[in-house]
């Protein structure tokens, strides 16, 4: 009984420490840590892909929260108020669209398309590669007629993204108003943040519903992940908006090789697997 004690007490310091330190990393860029919490909560805490994004979700509540509403008060009031009346809602659609079609695992293309879509929007924001802004201007032209209705399209997508990957989408949120709508850094910031709260509230009840949550690790993760969203947004208001353009662009950098390279590995072990079996298959023969 000591060890299991003990164990479970290591185990929370843990998962305590990791939310601080990633509520603090991104409620300063504008992340809701989605990115971050899958991989981590599945690789060095070992859950299962289905409690790790569901745990993700719930945990991107308190960070999106306390960072938004941090930014609000360092910004003294919102500039463009209509996007939110617009993205918000089309995301939280695209949410409960998702939530009647999720399964127990994510689609393996999409997290591949994810990955790389990701490493094309850090090149950008690091302005080595441009292609974003090359596919862009055309649609700039056929649906910046009704700006509304890009905002909604792209809002949808995000929504169906986070319920099926377990992210808030801040890494798309971002680049997808500073890039294309123009918005200065601390206001796609602030506003990603705030449709994260919405976003991953609106996902969590809907997993809630479905049986996909597991609440016993929000215990260790809510209270640092406050804190860290706080000290994070701190910082963020001190920074200037060139380098956390910088660090944007290198933390999606540094996710999208990761996510890239581990769907690329998962693919060729399963190829490996596949082919071994039909060689048994010969063998039997």
Known sequence: MPKFTNYHYQL??????????????????????????????????????????????STIIPISLIGS??????????????????FIPACVLG????????QKRPNSWLKLAFS?????????????????????????????????????SIGILIGIIAMFLGIGCGLLIVPFFVIIINLNMHEAITLSL??????????????????????IP????FIPALIGAVVGAIISNH??????????GMSLFVIACYYLMHELAVRHKLSVSANNYK????QKL
């Open 194 to 215: 705030t449709t994260m709260f919405f976003l991953t509230l609106s996902a969590t009840i809907i997993r809630k519903k479905l049986k996909l949550l597991d609440t």
């Open 12 to 57: 929370n310091l843990r998962l305590a420490l990791f939310g601080f330190f990633v509520a603090l990393f991104s409620a300063g860029i504008g992340l809701g840590g989605g990115a971050l919490l899958v991989p981590i909560l599945m690789s060095l805490f070992n859950f299962d892909f289905k409690k790790a994004t569901s745990t993700s979700l």
């Open 239 to 248: 920074l200037p908006t060139l380098i956390l353009k910088k660090l944007f």
């Open 218 to 221: 929000l215990k260790s993760l």
């Open 95 to 102: 949410a409960i669209f998702a939530g009647r079609i999720v």
């Open 69 to 86: 509403v941090s930014h609000h008060v360092f910004l003294h009031g919102i500039e463009h108020l209509q996007y939110y009346f617009i």
């Open 279 to 282: 060689k048994w298959e010969k």
């Open 116 to 152: 790389l879509f990701l490493l094309i929007i850090s090149l950008r924001m690091l302005k080595l590669f441009d292609l974003p802004s090359i596919v862009y201007s055309g649609l700039h032209d056929i649906l910046f007629l009704n700006e509304w209705l890009l905002i909604v």
